[in-house]
């Protein structure tokens, strides 16, 4: 079998580029200073990764401190991370792969324990998954935050990434705006599904005026977005309202892609439809941006398969497991691709990572030899 198409360069609407079709999905690992900045242990995790993808993500890094989610999460809220992060920036790069920051809030997700108690939302209410009542952002809040997405874009440029990625999904600030189950305001950030892609979409904006002043060209930027939000039967959002978001975004803002997070297959179907998510996105994208798929891939015939569905695929588990994932393919080693993990050592997965994995409770889908 081939896999060429694999490694076929991507070129991005706005001139960015990727060496290959492969990516490493946005994941913590949980490696961070407490203050948020860098540490060496991110800087291992990554050094031996550098072959994994033509495209790496960094897992999500907060634009302020209320919007922190974890222990050891990295920081890009204040100028004085910028060494660190051009420092994590050069050690992703060095074998040619294409850096990228992923920007994002937690909002009702936030770990109080890590950032003053307090965990903010578009809504005040109890969640029943969450042990804390985050309290409603004000409206000069919400002002401020869109801000803050922008002054990370600008650390982001400022530390020699290739480009960034918007957090739209899994629950945290953006997609708590977009969904009706908890956005309950009555004012221009709620109601209306019109008014509840007011949020992400003016941090979109915000984030691409920034990159259009500062960064040079063939700078990247992403969004990632969940394409449904189902609670049981509460429904926050179906796949045709984040679909009108895709379309809002692109006609609003130059993206060079739309990152589709899955947590069951890439080539899932929404109840109700006969398309896959992805099918469903490449219908409203309309070559406008790339698509980026996610979830289920684990070697290099399941990637393969997955470029059936988007123009690229990212690697999760797989990133962990086997960080020369993409090398082998190059190299003709496909058979001998990692598929679970036989020396943990060897992975540079910092301490708090195994711990999280290992945790009787984790929240983690589980990885063999762990």
């Known amino acids: ?26 994941m913590e690992a949980k490696g961070a200073n407490l203050d948020g900045s860098v540490s060496q242990a991110d800087l291992d995790y990554f050094s031996i990764r550098t072959k994994v993808a033509g495209l790496i993500i960094t897992g999500a890094m907060n634009v302020n401190m209320i919007g ?16 660190g992060l051009k420092e994590l920036a ?3 790069k060095k074998d040619g792969s294409k850096a990228i920051a992923q920007l994002y809030h937690a909002g009702r997700e936030a770990d109080i324990t890590q950032n003053g108690g307090v965990a903010a939302a578009p809504t005040e209410m109890e969640f029943p998954f969450l042990n804390h009542r985050p309290r409603e952002l004000s409206a000069s809040e919400i002002e401020e935050t ?3 997405f922008g002054r990370a874009a600008k650390r982001a440029i400022d530390a020699g990434f290739d480009g960034v990625e918007i957090h739209g999904a899994n629950h945290y600030l953006l997609q708590q705006f977009f969904s009706s189950y908890s956005n309950h305001r009555t004012d221009k950030w709620g109601g209306s599904l019109a008014n509840r892609m007011n949020f992400p979409l003016a941090v979109a904006k915000e984030v691409c005026r920034v990159v259009d002043e500062y960064a040079p060209e063939g700078f990247i930027v992403g969004y990632r977005i969940s394409p449904d939000e189902i609670h049981e039967e509460t429904i926050g959002y179906t796949v045709d309202d984040s679909m009108q978001l895709v379309d809002a975004l692109l006609k609003q803002n130059k993206l060079d892609y739309i990152h589709i997070s899955l947590f069951t297959h890439y080539d899932a179907k929404p109840d109700g439809h006969d398309d896959s998510y992805a099918a469903l996105a ?16 684990s070697t290099a015939d399941d990637a393969l398969d997955a470029l059936n569905e988007a123009d690229l695929v990212a690697i999760g588990r797989a990133a962990l497991v086997e960080p020369a994932f993409t090398q082998k393919i190059k190299d003709g080693k496909t058979d001998t691709i990692l598929t679970k993990v036989e020396n943990l050592e060897e992975l540079n997965w910092p301490d708090d990572l195994i711990e999280w994995y290992r945790a009787e409770n984790s929240p983690l889908p589980p990885i063999e030899g762990i």
């Open 1 to 26: 079998m081939t896999y060429q198409k694999l490694l076929e360069e991507i070129n991005f609407p706005n001139g960015g580029k990727s060496p290959s079709a492969i990516v490493m999905a946005p």
């Open 68 to 83: 922190r989610g974890f222990k050891g999460q990295i920081g890009i809220f204040d100028d004085k991370f910028i060494p």
């Open 90 to 92: 050069q050690t992703i």
């Open 146 to 148: 869109i801000k803050d």
């Open 282 to 297: 490449n219908k409203v994208i309309k070559g406008r941006a790339k698509l980026i798929i996610v979830s289920g891939v």
